[in-house]
């Protein structure tokens, strides 16, 4: 029984470091035993009632064979007092062939007694043992039952643990995307604005790009003879100004002399 429990607790030991062979299941181990335990105690109680049945049996026909003795002296001493010396001796007879069957009982009978004290013994240790094996399956099972709740949970922690790991990476992943993305997008819009997108692209129209560049020349040429023009018209102006101004000058500095 001993080795028993310490193999019990072994595989309970084991479940709970995970060493043991996932298969055996030690709740389903010790409710198996305690089943043959009381297969055992079924069986010694049927040995004890047939031994029990024996001796009783046995006891009757002893009790049988005494009444008989005892019928066969009360015949023996009537037919002494009524002169029939061999009715006595028939009687007599009789009675010895019954106790000589009576004694040879007796040994059986003692047999009997003996083996029914040895399974009352027996029983009465076995049931004892269940009753305490019992209550250590019980409180083993429940043992089993904490250390499977508590694997179970560390499992579901490791794997939690796991998941939570990998959505950070991915988390960080993400984050690094749209950084990268972000920045991507800010420079497109710098280069948009700046204009340089389409020169850095090599997406332009060539022939656009020329057209352009003619407009931009004619329009330069235009304003460049627009000021000329200007410019010319001024000139003109000034000598008419200057002609003008010198006969009044004349005019002034002979009237002194006139007058």
């Given at each position: 029984?001993?080795?028993?429990?310490?193999?019990?607790?072994?595989?309970?030991?084991?479940?709970?470091?995970?060493?043991?062979?996932?298969?055996?299941?030690?709740?389903?181990?010790?409710?198996?035993?305690?089943?043959?335990?009381?297969?055992?105690?079924?069986?010694?109680?049927?040995?004890?009632?047939?031994?029990?049945?024996?001796?009783?049996?046995?006891?009757?026909?002893?009790?049988?064979?005494?009444?008989?003795?005892?019928?066969?002296?009360?015949?023996?001493?009537?037919?002494?007092?009524?002169?029939?010396?061999?009715?006595?001796?028939?009687?007599?007879?009789?009675?010895?062939?019954?106790?000589?069957?009576?004694?040879?009982?007796?040994?059986?009978?003692?047999?009997?007694?003996?083996?029914?004290?040895?399974?009352?013994?027996?029983?009465?240790?076995?049931?004892?043992?269940?009753?305490?094996?019992?209550?250590?399956?019980?409180?083993?099972?429940?043992?089993?039952?904490?250390?499977?709740?508590?694997?179970?949970?560390?499992?579901?922690?490791?794997?939690?643990?796991?998941?939570?790991?990998?959505?950070?990476?991915?988390?960080?992943?993400?984050?690094?995307?749209?950084?990268?993305?972000?920045?991507?997008?800010?420079?497109?819009d710098e280069l948009l604005e700046s204009g340089v997108l389409e020169d850095v692209g090599g997406n332009t129209d060539d022939i656009q790009h020329e057209l352009?560049?003619?407009?931009?020349?004619?329009?330069?040429?235009?304003?460049?003879?627009?000021?000329?023009?200007?410019?010319?018209?001024?000139?003109?102006?000034?000598?008419?100004?200057?002609?003008?101004?010198?006969?009044?000058?004349?005019?002034?500095?002979?009237?002194?002399?006139?007058?």
């Open positions: 029984m001993s080795s028993f429990f310490q193999r019990a607790h072994d595989i309970i030991a084991a479940k709970a470091n995970k060493a043991l062979d996932k298969a055996e299941n030690p709740a389903d181990t010790l409710d198996l035993s305690y089943e043959k335990m009381l297969e055992q105690i079924t069986q010694v109680r049927k040995a004890l009632v047939e031994v029990a049945a024996s001796r009783k049996r046995l006891e009757l026909q002893e009790q049988q064979l005494q009444s008989s003795i005892d019928h066969l002296q009360d015949q023996a001493q009537q037919a002494i007092g009524a002169g029939r010396e061999d009715l006595a001796r028939e009687a007599l007879s009789r009675k010895a062939q019954a106790q000589q069957q009576m004694d040879g009982m007796q040994p059986q009978h003692d047999q009997l007694v003996e083996q029914q004290q040895h399974l009352e013994q027996t029983l009465s240790a076995l049931q004892q043992r269940v009753n305490s094996f019992r209550t250590q399956k019980e409180t083993l099972k429940a043992q089993y039952a904490a250390a499977s709740a508590v694997s179970s949970v560390n499992e579901s922690v490791a794997g939690i643990s796991s998941t939570i790991s990998d959505s950070g990476a991915a988390l960080q992943r993400a984050q690094d995307k749209i950084a990268q993305m972000q920045a991507h997008a800010g420079a497109l352009d560049q003619l407009g931009s020349s004619s329009q330069v040429e235009t304003e460049l003879a627009a000021l000329k023009a200007a410019s010319a018209g001024a000139l003109p102006a000034a000598g008419q100004t200057a002609g003008a101004a010198a006969p009044a000058a004349d005019t002034s500095s002979t009237s002194p002399a006139g007058s």
